[in-house]
């Protein structure tokens, strides 16, 4: 009961017992000031408590507020013409393959339909478009054509 009190103090489970562990040990020092022994879990809840809102107020702060705000570090931007180069590569790779996956694959990624829809416009399973999907993209992983250069 004690360590769910702790876990709805802290966002991670190792710090909730790591803050339960010290709240007891606050408990065992402070037991001869405790009078009353059979309130001993509300004793242990404060310190859960107390102890917790002292981490919080002790904890290290890396961002400071100043004037000027810094420019972010934008994104590299693809180069248009490599984005064409690659597209234009995909689509080759693309019509490579045999004609029914080529039709999968299109239906799937190019015009978005889930494989239910895929199978229901091709006369097939669902089963009959995951295997051709799968089997296409492997064949798409390994045409040489779109293997990254490293």
């Known amino acids: 009961m004690l360590l769910r009190t702790a876990r ?3 966002a991670n489970p190792c710090d909730a017992e790591d803050l339960l562990q010290t709240a007891l040990t606050k408990t065992f020092v402070a037991w001869e000031r405790i009078e009353d022994h059979r ?14 809102t002292s981490q919080w107020r002790k904890r290290k702060v890396d961002e400071f507020a100043c004037e000027d705000l810094p420019e972010p570090a934008g994104l590299p ?16 790779a693309v019509m490579r393959l045999p004609e029914r996956q080529r039709q999968m694959v299109v239906l ?3 015009e978005d ?3 239910a829809q895929t199978a229901e ?5 669902v089963g009959t ?3 051709a999907v799968s089997r296409a993209l492997r064949k798409l992983r390994e045409d040489p054509e779109l293997v990254p250069v490293r």
């Open 39 to 52: 309130a001993l879990d509300g004793y242990v809840r404060r310190a859960l408590l107390n102890t917790r």
């Open 77 to 92: 931007v693809p180069d248009p013409a490599e984005r064409q180069v690659l597209h234009d590569a995909m689509w080759r």
């Open 113 to 115: 339909l889930s494989e």
């Open 8 to 10: 709805s103090l802290t």
């Open 129 to 131: 478009v995951k295997s």
């Open 121 to 125: 416009v091709l006369g097939v399973s």
């Open 108 to 110: 799937r990624y190019y």
